[in-house]
């Protein structure tokens, strides 16, 4: 059924017959309304709307699975390829899956293409039989005239997983079971197939489905694939594979007892899956078990678990299944997109899952919904949207509903970024994260969305998305992985480098990730990108969508909504609640709610008036009306409810059903008017019936009474006068008449001349007209063009706007990809930015602490400086004391006052020790902030160097590579042949380099002697440091021995002294550790800053020169690619010509065999004909002869055309070697330039590296000088420097190698270029045979002419010679005519003889004296006359024989004549072809030659210029050599030079290190005097501090004296024990006394010698000075030197390089030549193909001429033979007619005398008359009888007439 602008599809759940070609003719071309809903009424809507409006459209067919999405997209494939096959209907038959319908090849190829997709791609689930595991769109392309033109088909996300499990009831894939199922046994032997319970992965088994057959969907598969074009090689690949994928579940593998380490202990199957795949089976198992991972810069073999191999295993059959599943796709698109015709437009059918909501919903489905929430997105556009935007357009009262279908939060909240997406993919880069910690990130930064939602906490689900379908809980359970799909790395490489190309090109383009590898790593400065880039499942699933989104907007789409109608799949059973969850999902009743409450039809005013103003009679009145007011008026006629319709701008708005109203009451109408109208008709025809009748019955009446009128008058005599006199009656009106037609005459010709007038204007007007015709013809005609022109335009333009929509429409989709990249960079941004304030708020933060430091170190400074003067004080208050001791005894009083203040002292240093003890304690908070800034510090340390590690490994890697790369092109250099001129340069930089390098050694064995020296220095001065300690050790033993005498009394004292002296301790030692640390922190912070910079800046500069070498060696690799595929492109073309060769072999063998035959049966012939025809003889003699030479000839044409083909093949393969050699070698060449250059800047960077080096020499000689802490830095350039040292040393080991190297190559060149010209030797001398060759062609063409000529010649003189005997025999016709009608004319004068001689014979009564002489006579004519009659009758006879061959002459003249005739044509035309044929391969082979000459010319001339070259480069080596010598002996001199100056230097160093060492010395006794110093004033303050106490102490006890004189005895007891105590303290005070005296004169002492020692110092400092000022001098002269040899080097470089670049452009332009001249070859070898192919059709016309011409000969001879057989005849009738001519002569003369006789016998009897006449009267009659008697017989002519008839009436 239909609903708004779906068409809602029920799955029925059996077959109906309502998809057969009966039915697609029905639905094709009708109107949706004018049929019943069907699929095929949708499709027939998409394709007419396609043709009518060149819009594309899509048919979009969604549903649940088991919906019939699949079969509903095969309907409209089926209608379509009816309706639109590009063949006629009845050119081939093609049974589908109801009945047979017939369709063209792409046709049958788009039907056969769903069969593949399903078994590969479909599956049995619990819901449906035959189920899409994956999404497809099929586009299919139409030309302009609506054929199918070519198709392509699109994936999306196929269920991999299921290859390896399967739910209960469920199978895998179709193809497997078909393949297990219908396999021969052949297939199972050879793709190893076992039964399907034995394989893991098939967890069901050999689940049987109802209704399908296996074995016959198999043989229907392997159909489809073969009218797809796939061949057997790639079936049995694609079944290897499936066998293959299967297999790897069936590898068990174990756990080993004491290590996590898997083992394989049966590998049967894995050699099954290796066979299969074409790798080794230790490889896969090794890859499998102990796979190499990269760590750092090396690979480490991982111990793998069973866990772990496990996983591997699923994932690399899961990913071989969908590559195989994605070759099958591109194989069906190529063989659909294989036809030449342009698509116009295209209809594309989308067949996806729908809406899924499972229990528990994984990634899979969330790809689905967010598809499906994008399809109904696009409906909503298309329906909703887009329908309430045109009721706001034109103005309609409409308040815009919210259907509660507004998509796009959820869509944000998937795919924007910072979604669900991708954060998966965030997730998916860091290498720490899980599921968990993604779902974290997920609810924190979603938490807030109004289309997200947590879930509860009993639940598997981890959160929910609010779909338009439903809320959907998602379980985040594997996510990651299954967006990484990650894959072992090392099967993935084995795979590709697979011995069967097929698993090679399957796995070809790979982009995997690796078990151990991590795209990308967090660290403190944010994400940076490493190598392994990869795209995930999210990623390009988006990139799918998207572009589908923008096909499917770009279309106009058409909706099928699939509905399942209960799960139970039986047929007539509907699930309410099913169908309307479906309904709901689809948005169908949401598209019958908007139609319900919206106008879902609408018609233009022009259209609503034009096809309903039927309905509206006269209302409209005439003349012009708006549209818009006519439809208010015919509406307000009409009286539809206001309700019911709206008017817009330009349409009328009807609710459902008011159209369909109108319609029907205009049919009603429509039917009123039409059955009046026939009535009317009717009623005219019935009318026009009857009157013609009427007619006819008054035309009988009348002509009844005038025949009965008639019958009466015609007997009446009266009517009969009247009828005769009538006519009578009209001449006296002629004249009337006459003058009345003369008049009409006059006004005709005027009337005719006025027409005639009129007449020429209008063919004057009419010959106008047609020039203004023909004119405007022409306007239109190019009217037409232009149109024409502006039409091709409009379709270009058109088609070039759509390019450019698609165009937009990616660079929008680009754009918004950019955007969001630059949004992510652009939070990078601002987190580094963060990061960088935190950063810097931290060093902020240390700096300030270390303020407070110094601060703090001052205070104490202050303090320690407050101690001292309190020092002094207690000195001047123990001189008191001293004399204050005396007079104790007097003073008690004053004394136990003293006693009182001391213990007022006590308490106040209580306080102080209060005091400071929290500052103790604020110190330690500070100790704590500094170790844990001191931690951060390190953390960020180890961070920048876990970063710089990175970096290094990144390096390590790239040079790596760098070293790969350089290693191919040191095998490749061993072919390098072109470089050898620098090989002189590069052994002088090599020593130079080892001179440099000597001289390193020397200035790093003096300066590792400094270092020596300076730590000798340094141990003396420990050394005396630790005896200075000693002594100060000693010192305070003896302290502290005196102090332990009086340790009893001064218990108190020495707690608290300890006390103090521990807290001050431990307060310096603090200060001081925690100042040492900061100094050593700053000054290793400082020293990593520089050589991290340091570092960064070479790892900088080596990237820049990776990167060169790296895209040098790629260009270079795409050079060799090229130079593969064109050697493999020779290869093939070489074995397809070798080929073609062997075929014309056989083909010229099989013709010679031919040949043969017919010259052994044309030989019978000639024989048989030598036999019948002994006169032919001869001439079969020499057409034998002929024949034989021809064929020789012939053989020796072929045998030379066949060494001309082998030569020239030959030729070709040597010309094709020769330039492979000469690309190798100006490849090799360049390669080797390119080396030279890096030496080169090599030996420049050692030369840096040694200026640098020096540089930092003399700087650690001036740090030496200035500080004494320059001797680590010393040891750190030792250290590089020795680094620099061996590499410098790797470097020239390397140079040797390539020195060596490219000794070989030189005499691998030297032996090339001999080859090469031996080549040329050889070329030219084929050359020259070729030219010997095609003269003796020319030759054989010119003989063939000459035999041409002669046979034209031989045809010319036959031809002569038919004419000569047709004009022979026409005279010898007009002879024997003339003949005829003599002897017709001797015929009648016999006669008339005869009739004379009977009346002679007559008058013998009257003459009897002549009776005797005239019955003589008589007898003597008759006898003439018999014999004249045989003679005639011969003659005749003879004349009927002559005229039969006569007839019969000509007969077979013209029979010959018109074979000759046809022979000749066919002949000259056959001549003609050949010389045509001839002449054209005469020209081909002389072009041939002229290029050939020409290329060995320019071959010739390319040698030439490289000789040229090749002695100017030697020229100018040899020029370089010796300005590199001399510039070698100014070095030297130069060196020896440098030499003395480094004596000199090193001998005021050594004396000035000599000044430094007693400098150092002194200073450090000055430095030990005054530790000594520092520590007797810290004993003289320690001991004034015990004297202050102790005068506390007396002080307190005197108090208490006074405060206590009443307790008697105990106060003298404890007054005694003080004085005691007060005896033993002043004796102590007078030792220390005596002690500080004996210091005060050490001091002194050691001040004294300090002095001196500064003196000294000073002036060894001056003489030191001194010194540094020569070495300075030294040093710029040398570097001076050092400039100026650097000049001389870079002159000679440049030099050099000027060389080199004038040779590299002369080299690169004989590139140029010799790719033309390759160019020119490869024409010539095509011209040479051509030629071959014409010589062996020339061959095979020259074989049918020969035929022809043997046949011709034959026919020429038979025809010869019968033309001398007929001249013989012709001789013999002319010997006969010579013959018979003489018996005419004689007949004739015999006449003649006859005839002279006759005259004489008449003549006497005319006398004899006459004389009879005169004398008869007086005669008598016996003298009339003498008179009578003596007329001579038979000359009656010569009597009169009169006198003739006197005698016959006498007679009678």
């Not at 070859?1721 to 193909?1729: E, G, T």
């Amino acid at each position: 059924t239909y609903s708004g602008l779906f068409c809602v599809v029920v799955n029925p759940y059996k077959r109906l017959p309502i998809y057969t070609e009966k039915i697609i003719e029905i639905y094709k071309g009708k109107k949706r309304h004018e049929v019943p809903p069907h699929v095929f009424a949708i499709t027939d809507i998409a394709y007419r709307s396609m043709l009518q409006d060149r819009e594309d459209q899509s048919i979009l067919c969604t549903g649940e699975s088991g919906a019939g999405k699949t079969e509903n997209t095969k309907k409209v494939i089926q209608y379509l390829a009816y309706v639109a096959a590009s063949k006629p209907k009845s050119s081939s038959v093609i049974p589908s899956s109801n009945q047979d319908l017939s369709f063209g090849e792409l046709e049958q190829q788009l039907l056969k293409a769903n069969p593949i997709l399903e078994a590969f791609g479909n599956a049995k689930t619990v819901k449906n039989d035959n189920s899409s595991r994956f999404g497809k769109f099929i586009r299919i392309n139409f030309d302009a005239s609506g054929y199918i033109a070519g198709a392509n088909i699109e994936t999306y996300l196929l269920e991999k997983a299921r290859i390896i499990r399967q739910q209960p009831d469920e199978r895998t894939f179709h193809i497997f079971y078909q393949l297990l199922m219908g396999a021969s046994k052949e297939y199972k032997s050879e793709f190893i197939l076992e039964d399907p319970k034995n394989y893991t992965f098939m967890t069901a088994g050999g689940v049987k489905v109802p209704g399908i057959d296996d074995p016959e969907e198999f043989q229907a598969t392997l159909a489809a694939m073969k009218v797809m074009g796939m061949s057997d090689e790639d079936l049995h690949s694609v079944f290897r594979v499936i066998s293959a994928s299967l297999l790897f579940g069936n590898m068990e593998f174990k756990q080993e007892r004491n290590s996590d380490q898997a083992t394989l202990p049966d590998n049967t199957v894995a050699q099954k899956v290796a066979h299969l795949l074409g790798i080794q089976v230790t490889d896969l198992t090794k890859a499998f078990l102990k796979p190499r991972i990269k760590v750092g810069r090396d690979y480490v073999t991982k111990a793998q678990t069973k866990e772990q191999v496990e996983f591997a295993i699923e994932a690399i059959a899961k990913a071989t299944y969908e590559r195989l599943f994605k070759w099958i796709v591109t194989r069906i698109n190529r063989s659909l997109d294989r036809t030449k015709r342009q698509g116009a437009s295209f209809i594309g059918i989308l067949d996806i899952a729908g809406f899924e909501i499972f229990e528990v919903n994984s990634f899979e489905q969330l790809c689905i919904n967010y598809t499906n929430e994008k399809l109904q997105q696009l409906f909503n556009h298309t329906m909703f949207i887009l329908e309430q935007e045109e009721y706001q357009r034109e103005g309609i009262e409409w308040k815009f509903i919210d259907f509660g279908l507004d998509l796009q939060p959820t869509i944000d909240l998937i795919e924007k970024p910072m979604g669900i997406m991708a954060l998966v993919d965030e997730e998916c880069w860091f290498p720490k994260a899980t599921d968990k910690s993604f779902v974290e990130k997920l609810v924190t930064s979603h938490s807030a969305h109004p289309k997200f939602n947590k879930t509860d906490f009993k639940s598997n689900a981890d959160f929910c998305i609010v779909h338009y379908a439903g809320n959907v809980n998602y379980s985040a359970a594997k996510w990651l992985m299954k967006n990484m799909d990650p894959l072992n790395e090392n099967i993935v490489q084995y795979l590709q480098a697979s011995q069967d190309p097929f698993v090679c090109h399957i796995w070809k383009d790979a982009e995997i990730v690796g078990m151990a590898q991590q795209a990308m790593t967090d660290t403190q400065f944010g994400r940076v990108n490493r190598k392994g880039m990869f795209r995930t499942v999210s990623q390009l699933y988006k990139e799918q969508l998207a572009k589908l989104m923008v096909t499917l907007r770009n279309t106009n789409p058409n909706f099928v909504r699939c509905i399942i109608p209960n799960h139970e799949k039986k047929a007539g059973k509907i699930n309410a609640t099913l169908v309307l969850d479906q309904l709901k999902c689809n948005g169908v009743l949401e598209g019958i709610r908007i139609c319900r409450q919206g106008f879902p039809n609408r018609v233009p005013f022009q259209e609503f008036r034009q096809r309903y103003e039927l309905l509206t009679p006269n209302v409209i009145p005439k003349g012009f009306m708006d549209g818009k007011k006519a439809c208010e008026k015919m509406l307000d006629y009409l009286e539809l409810e206001p309700g019911l319709y709206r008017i817009g701008q330009s349409k009328i708005f009807f609710r459902a059903g008011v159209l369909a109203q109108l319609e029907e009451e205009r049919d009603v109408r429509i039917t009123d008017l039409v059955v009046k109208f026939q009535a009317y008709c009717r009623g005219l025809l019935a009318r026009r019936n009857y009157q013609k009748k009427v007619q006819q019955l008054n035309a009988i009446r009348i002509l009844q009474r005038n025949c009965a009128a008639y019958l009466k008058l015609r007997n009446w005599q009266w009517w009969r006068l009247y009828t005769k006199v009538k006519p009578l009656l009209q001449v006296t009106k002629n004249d009337e008449k006459v003058i009345q037609k003369e008049l009409e005459l006059k006004e005709i010709t005027e009337k005719l001349a006025n027409h005639e007038k009129v007449a020429m204007e209008l063919d004057h007007k009419y010959q106008q007209a047609l020039e203004e015709k023909n004119l405007l013809a022409e306007q239109l005609q190019a009217e037409i063009e232009l149109c024409g022109e502006a039409e091709e335009m409009r379709q270009r333009l058109a088609a070039r706007k759509q390019e450019m929509e698609e165009i937009i429409h990616d660079m929008e989709a680009r754009i918004e990809e950019e955007e969001e990249k630059v949004g992510k960079m652009g939070d990078e941004k601002k987190k580094l930015q963060q990061h960088i304030q935190d950063l810097e708020e931290q060093l902020e933060e240390e700096e300030a602490a270390r303020q407070k430091l110094q601060i703090e170190k001052v205070q104490a400074e202050a303090k320690i400086k407050q101690f001292e003067e309190q020092l002094v004080a207690s000195d001047d208050s123990k001189e008191k004391f001293s004399k204050e001791k005396k007079v104790l005894d007097e003073k008690l009083s004053d004394v136990l006052a003293t006693l009182a203040e001391e213990e007022e002292k006590a308490k106040h240093l209580v306080k102080l020790k209060a005091k400071h003890e929290s500052t103790i304690g604020e110190l330690e908070d500070k100790l704590r902030k500094d170790n844990q800034q001191k931690q951060e510090v390190e953390r960020s340390k180890r961070k920048i160097e876990t970063e710089l590690n990175d970096v290094r490994e990144q390096l390590g890697e790239r040079k790596q590579q760098v070293e790969e790369m350089q290693l191919l092109l040191g095998k490749r250099e061993e072919e390098v042949a072109n470089a050898l001129m620098k090989v002189d340069e590069e052994a002088a930089v090599k020593a130079q380099a080892q001179k440099s390098l000597r001289e390193i050694e020397s200035q790093l064995g003096e300066v590792s002697e400094d270092l020596e020296a300076e730590k000798e220095a340094r141990n003396k001065a420990e050394k005396q440091k630790r005896d200075l300690n000693e002594e100060l050790e000693a010192l305070k033993n003896e302290l502290l021995d005196s102090l332990d005498t009086t340790a009893a009394q001064q218990e108190l004292r020495t707690a608290r002294e300890k006390e103090l002296a521990n807290i001050k301790k431990a307060l310096e030692d603090e200060t001081s550790s925690h100042e040492q640390t900061i100094t050593e922190m700053r000054h290793k912070h400082s020293h990593e800053l520089t050589s991290l910079n340091n570092n960064i800046d070479q790892l900088k500069k080596s990237k820049s020169s990776a990167e060169k070498a790296k895209g040098q060696l790629e260009a270079e690799l795409a050079d060799m690619a090229n130079e593969l595929k064109t050697i493999t492109g020779n290869k093939q073309e070489a074995e397809r010509r070798r080929k073609q060769l062997e075929n014309q072999v056989g083909e010229l063998n099989a013709k010679l065999a031919d040949s043969e035959t017919r010259y052994t049966d044309s030989s019978e012939r000639l024989s048989k004909l030598a036999n019948e025809m002994d006169n032919m003889a001869a001439a079969l003699q020499e057409a034998e002869y002929k024949a034989s030479h021809a064929s020789k000839s012939t053989e020796g044409l072929e045998s030379q055309l066949a060494e001309v083909n082998s030569n020239l093949e030959e030729e070709t393969r040597q010309k094709l070697a020769i330039n492979s050699k000469l690309r190798a070698l100006e490849s090799e060449k360049e390669h080797m330039l390119e080396q030279l250059e890096e030496e080169e800047a090599r030996v420049k960077t050692l030369e840096k590296n040694l200026s640098t080096s020096s540089q930092q020499l003399q700087e650690a000689r001036r740090k030496a000088e200035e500080e004494s802490e320059a001797v680590a830095r010393l040891e750190e350039l030792r250290k590089r420097t020795n680094k620099e040292l061996e590499e410098v040393t790797h470097k020239m080991e390397e140079l040797q190698a390539l020195n060596d190297k490219l000794d070989k190559s030189k005499k691998k060149m030297s032996q090339e270029l001999d080859d090469a010209n031996i080549e040329l030797d050889s070329h030219r001398n084929k050359v020259l045979e070729l030219e010997k060759k095609q003269r003796n062609f020319d030759k054989i063409l010119t003989e063939e002419k000459l035999n041409g000529e002669r046979i034209s010649g031989e045809r010319d003189n036959a031809e002569r010679d038919a004419r000569e005997k047709e004009t022979k025999l026409l005279n010898l016709n007009r002879e024997l005519e003339d003949l005829q009608s003599q002897l017709d004319e001797s015929e009648r004068s016999r006669r008339q003889l005869q009739v004379e001689l009977d009346d002679l014979v007559n008058t013998q009564g009257t003459a009897d004296k002549n009776v005797h002489e005239l019955e003589k006579a008589k007898r003597q004519m008759e006898q003439e006359m018999n014999e004249q009659k045989t003679q005639l009758e011969e003659l005749e006879d003879e004349l009927q024989q002559t005229e039969d061959q006569k007839m019969r002459l000509e007969v077979n003249m013209q029979a010959m004549k018109t074979q000759f005739e046809r022979d000749l044509a066919a002949k000259e035309e056959a001549g003609e072809e050949k010389r045509r044929a001839m002449a054209k391969q005469i020209r081909d082979l002389e072009a041939e030659l002229d290029e050939e000459r020409k290329q060995r010319q320019t071959a010739v001339n390319a040698k030439k210029k490289l000789e040229t070259d090749y002695k100017d480069l030697e020229s100018t080596m040899d020029m370089n050599n010796k300005l590199k010598e001399d510039a070698m002996k100014q070095l030297k001199k130069l060196q020896q030079a440098m030499k003395e100056i480094q004596r000199d230097a090193e001998e005021a160093h050594s004396s000035k290190n000599d000044v430094l060492q007693q400098s150092k010395e002194l200073e450090k006794k000055i430095k030990s005097l005054e530790a000594e110093l520092v520590q007797i004033q810290e004993d003289l303050s320690a001991a004034e501090r015990s004297r202050r106490t102790a005068e506390t102490e007396r002080d307190e006890l005197a108090e208490e004296l006074s405060s206590s004189g009443s307790k008697g005895a105990l106060a003298m007891d404890e007054k005694r024990r003080l004085d005691a105590r007060i005896s033993a303290l002043e004796a102590e005070l007078e030792e220390e006394q005596t002690q500080s005296e004996m210091l005060m004169e050490r001091a002194r002492k050691s001040q004294i010698s300090i002095e001196q020692l500064t003196t000294e110092l000073a002036s060894e400092r001056g003489n030191a000075q001194k010194m540094e000022n020569s070495k300075m001098m030294l040093e710029r002269q040398n570097k001076e030197l050092k400039a100026k040899l650097e000049e001389i080097e870079n002159s000679n470089r440049a030099k050099a390089k000027a060389a080199i670049a004038a040779l590299e452009s002369k080299v690169n332009n004989l590139e140029e030549q010799l790719g033309a001249e390759t160019q020119e070859r490869m024409i010539a070898a095509k011209n040479n193909r051509k030629l071959e192919k014409k010589i062996k059709e020339l061959l095979m016309q020259l074989e049918d001429e020969r035929r022809h011409a043997d046949q011709y000969k034959e026919q020429n001879e038979k025809t010869t033979g019968r033309m001398k057989a007929m001249r013989r005849q012709l001789d013999e009738a002319e010997e006969e007619i010579s013959r018979e001519k003489a018996h005419r002569r004689k007949a004739q003369r015999e006449l003649d005398d006859y005839v002279e006789s006759n005259e004489s016998m008449n003549r006497e009897i005319n006398n004899l008359k006459n004389k009879l006449r005169r004398g008869v009267g007086g005669l008598p009659s016996s003298r009339l009888m003498k008179a009578r008697g003596s007329v001579v017989p038979g000359d009656e002519s010569s009597l009169p007439d009169d006198t003739v008839d006197a005698t016959d009436e006498s007679e009678k």
